[in-house]
Nanobody, 123 residues
C-alpha cells in the first residue's frame, strides 16, 4: 500500500508562489504515476497536473499551463508541484494521488490519496 503525505500549503498573497510536496512510501512509490488534484469548497475535485513514474512526461490542465510545474525525485520518493502567479481562485485543498494511468484526469483512476494540504490565496 502506498502512503502519501502532502506538505507546503499555506496562505499566500495573489501573485505569489508555492511549492507543494508529496512524499510517498519508499520502494513502492516509484511504480506509480502521480497526480495533483484540488478541491475548493462546494466544487468537484479537479485535476491540476500529473507525472509519469520516471518523471519524464508531465501533464497539466489547461488552466494551469504556464503557471504550474510538476516534477518528481524518485530518490527522495517525492513529487513536487510548483505554482506561480497564484490567484484567489486557486484557493483549495490540494491532494496528491498515485495510480497506474499517467496523466489521467479522473480521480477514480488513482488508487491512493494523501490527506491534502490547504492553499489559500488572498487578494
Amino acid at each position: 500500500q502506498v502512503q502519501l503525505v502532502e506538505s507546503g500549503g499555506g496562505l499566500v498573497q495573489a501573485g505569489g508562489s508555492l511549492r507543494l510536496s508529496c512524499l510517498g512510501s519508499p520502494r513502492i512509490f516509484i511504480n506509480y504515476a502521480v497526480g495533483w488534484f484540488r478541491q475548493a469548497p462546494g466544487k468537484e475535485r479537479q485535476f491540476v497536473a500529473g507525472v509519469n513514474w520516471s518523471g519524464e512526461t508531465t501533464y497539466y490542465t489547461d488552466s494551469m499551463k504556464g503557471r504550474a510545474t510538476i516534477s518528481r525525485d524518485n530518490a527522495k520518493n517525492t513529487v513536487y508541484l510548483q505554482i506561480d502567479s497564484l490567484k484567489p481562485e486557486d484557493t483549495a485543498v490540494y491532494s496528491c494521488a498515485a495510480g497506474r494511468l499517467p496523466g489521467s484526469k479522473k480521480p477514480v483512476d488513482y488508487d491512493y490519496w494523501g490527506q491534502g494540504t490547504q492553499v489559500s490565496v488572498s487578494i
